[in-house]
């Protein structure tokens, strides 16, 4: 409502989030407020509520003092709406209290001349009721009004700055606007935030400062509460951002690639928005303690730029096959897919917004079986076309906020798993085929070959092979069933090609658990890592240290229970909330059941806690090897403790993350130079120290790629979280052969749960 050109500067025009000095009217985070229908006259009467009257005294109050916007009248007239809505929870307000809503909307949304305006035409309507009731007081009041109103209007340039808004706006200055701020955000009393605002108020007085940013009044009045030893209502004052000179030198550095997309201006967005979101993150969500313990390197809080998505969901393609995704409240599509075109289309919508709320994405489970009812019976291109489409639905979309280290699965079973030969199959537009998924079989095992071949052509052809990452799971069965050798083959022909390729060694009763419906299951919620190298170097004997990673696991515990309280306040908002596609409900519950997810204790460094210890690595002494063993059983045990005692589901992970790996060496090296030193590993490539990833063994060891599978895969049973061994593969030095028969080695004569091949160049 902003009159033009003398009232330009028209009271408090608004900013983006800084307090009261912010252009917003805040709303509650439980849940929609029920809207005012009614109003309670003067007399008694209930009419109906009209927002057009709101407007058009807004309008008209605006045009006293030279405004001419009805479109915003408009608009300030739904905020009151909303306003009374919030405040009455549906009850009927009376016609004063509509009124004071209005001056307090004017207000708050930057109005306040308009606001002035309004309260004087309130006023003198007031005074004719109380003439027409024979009232001649009134009369006086009224002719004394217009010199009131100037001296009024006069007031507001009175103050002694103008304040530069981050809404892009000038406001003036009033010191109310502090006292407001911090009652409303911290909680201060009234007295304390009178006296602030006044310190405040002299200091720039004193300092003859006539433009101000809302960011430095801020930052003045968390002084005070600093020197006033108010240390946590300065915490829920603080404002969050990035200083000057690190948005100056992102922003403007140069690149190193020009096809390198960090630094561009996408890339440049992500990064700020992760810093604030970090920031946030370290101040309001986690305890000083838990982020104190990672500003040290005593653990790491993965993904704290994306503090409010979940971490990884492991999903079946049946969500979309039975109800389409109208599930997650798309727009324009409302049924179950009629033909293969429309599956693949919609798994991949459905990839690119899930990865708007997982930060790793999600693992999709035996695709191939889902697919098959829509492909069974056609011609071989078309299934070559269907596998096409079904890599692309399946690879990390862009514009998805997921920064994970590694590309999103694809599990591709040969043989299927029982938990789908026991569950009949879902075919074209969500209708049941009377037959299990077992049934499908030879299509499906069409379709994973189909997937291998095409990882094989792209690698041959040298296109990018990172997009997705195939898992082929490796059981008796697998190895009993007719065709599987020469899938293993052509599987092993890929990772010839330069293929990054997982098998999953599923022994007796592993592996075949499956989801039990069509939602995802398991989801990962969070990860902390733990620096077991770090224990070490204080720990004087092995007691020690077991003791001092209880602690710590019980600290990595109790970061999880804030991430998780977090989340559940997310949560809550159900479908009018950030994550409203999680929350969306189907057949009674929500799409991901929030009570039922993992949150992960994961380590890194444990050949280098055990070599401090010992002084050898896990691979040179058996010793070595069992104390390894023992501290990762203690990880687990005390994991499993926390599980009982919380009712939530903690799991020992690995980390395999080179950030982490390579931060939390850094952090050691500065903070015990000795220690540290002794037993670090560099990367001659890249000119980096690191530890190694959760139970791996040194990269260089010198030991066969068979004996690294045997060693690592005697602790994977104690990593429940799941963890792999890295075989990397030299171009041009290992046959299909060769790798068939390393995998049927590995399955029959290792403990190992999964063993991953990379090209040497990314391993």
Request: with cysteine.
């Amino acid at each position: 409502m902003t009159p033009p050109e003398e009232h330009r500067h028209d009271d408090l025009a608004g900013a983006a989030r800084e307090g009261v000095f912010d252009f917003q009217l805040s709303l509650p985070w439980a849940a929609a407020p029920q809207p005012v229908r009614t109003v309670v006259k003067r007399d008694g009467r209930r009419v109906p509520f009209e927002v057009g009257k709101i407007a058009g005294t807004i309008f008209r109050a605006a045009q006293a003092i030279g405004g001419e916007d009805h479109d915003r009248a408009e608009g300030l007239a739904s905020g009151v709406a909303i306003y009374l809505a919030k405040t009455f929870g549906g009850d009927a307000p009376t016609v004063e209290q509509v009124s004071d809503a209005v001056e307090n909307v004017l207000i708050e949304m930057g109005h306040a001349k308009t606001a002035l305006a309004y309260a004087r035409y309130r006023d003198k309507r007031s005074r004719m009721r109380r003439l027409r009731a024979g009232d001649t007081r009134a009369f006086l009041t009224d002719a004394n009004g217009g010199p009131w109103e100037r001296e009024a209007l006069d007031a507001l340039g009175g103050g002694p700055a103008l304040v530069r808004t981050s809404h892009e706006t000038l406001a003036e200055w009033d010191r109310q606007r502090i006292v407001s701020a911090l009652i409303t955000e911290t909680g201060l009393e009234a007295e304390a935030a009178e006296r602030i605002a006044e310190e405040v108020e002299e200091q720039i007085r004193a300092a003859g400062v006539k433009s101000l940013t809302a960011p430095l009044v801020r930052e003045l009045v968390d002084a005070k509460l600093v020197e006033r030893g108010l240390e946590e209502y300065r915490r829920r004052h603080m404002r969050l951002g990035v200083p000057l000179y690190d948005a100056e030198s992102l922003i403007c550095t140069p690149n190193r690639d020009a096809s390198d997309s960090m630094y561009d201006p996408a890339g440049t967005n992500r990064i700020l928005a992760e810093r604030v979101k970090k920031e946030f993150a370290l101040t309001q969500v986690f305890s000083q303690e838990v982020a104190d313990a990672h500003l040290r390197g005593d653990l790491h809080l993965h993904d704290l730029g994306l503090v409010d998505c979940l971490e990884q969901a492991v999903l079946s393609p049946e969500c979309l096959t039975r109800f389409g995704l109208s599930s997650f409240g798309a727009r324009g599509v409302s049924n179950p897919p009629s033909d293969i075109n429309g599956l693949l289309g919609q798994m991949g919508k459905l990839a690119a917004l899930l990865s708007r709320h997982f930060s790793r994405g999600v693992v999709w489970d035996a695709p191939n079986l889902h697919v098959a009812p829509f492909v069974k019976g056609s011609a071989p291109e078309a299934v070559q076309d269907a596998a096409q489409h079904l890599v692309d639905a399946c690879a990390r979309p862009a514009g998805g906020c997921g920064i994970g280290p590694e590309p999103p699965a694809i599990i591709l079973p040969w043989t299927t798993p029982e938990y789908l030969t026991r569950r009949e199959a879902i075919g074209p537009r969500g209708e049941g085929v009377g037959r299990d998924y077992g049934s499908f079989e030879h299509a499906s095992q069409q379709i994973a070959q189909a997937v291998i071949d095409l990882c094989a052509r792209h690698a041959a052809d040298g296109l990018p092979s990172g997009r997705a990452l195939p898992v082929v799971p490796i059981s008796e069965a697998f190895l009993r069933s007719p065709g599987s050798r020469g899938f293993l083959s052509r599987v092993a022909e890929a990772i010839c090609h330069g293929c990054g390729i997982r098998f999953v060694l599923a022994r007796q009763g592993e592996g075949d658990s499956g989801p039990r419906d069509w939602r995802p299951a398991p989801v990962t919620a969070h990860r902390v890592t733990v620096n077991l190298a770090r224990l070490a170097y204080s720990a004087a004997n092995e007691e020690a240290l077991l003791t001092a990673l209880e602690r710590l696991v019980a600290l990595a515990v109790r970061a999880h229970s804030e991430k998780e309280s977090f989340i559940r306040r997310l949560f809550g908002l159900r479908d009018i909330g950030p994550l409203a596609v999680l929350a969306t409900e189907r057949e009674g519950m929500p799409f991901v059941r929030l009570g039922e997810a993992r949150y992960l204790v994961a380590f890194c460094g444990l050949n280098e806690c055990v070599q401090s210890i010992t002084g050898r690595e896990m691979h040179v002494s058996e010793d070595a090897l069992a104390l390894g063993g023992r501290v990762m059983a203690c990880v687990q045990a005390a994991c499993q403790k926390c599980s009982e005692r919380e009712g939530t589901a903690f799991a020992v992970a690995e980390t395999d993350d080179s950030h982490v790996l390579r931060r939390l060496a850094t952090l050691d090296l500065q903070q015990h130079p000795h220690e540290a030193g002794n037993v670090v590993k560099s990367d001659a490539r890249e000119q980096e120290v690191h530890y190694t990833g959760g139970i791996r063994l040194r990269l260089d060891s010198g030991i066969s790629a068979m004996e690294r599978v045997r060693i690592e895969g005697r602790l994977h049973a104690l990593v429940e979280g799941g963890a792999f061994t890295r075989i990397a593969v030299p171009e041009g030095e290992m046959s299909r052969g060769t790798i068939a028969s390393f995998v049927e080695k590995a399955f029959w004569q290792t403990e190992s749960r999964a063993v991953e091949f990379v090209p040497a160049a990314r391993a």
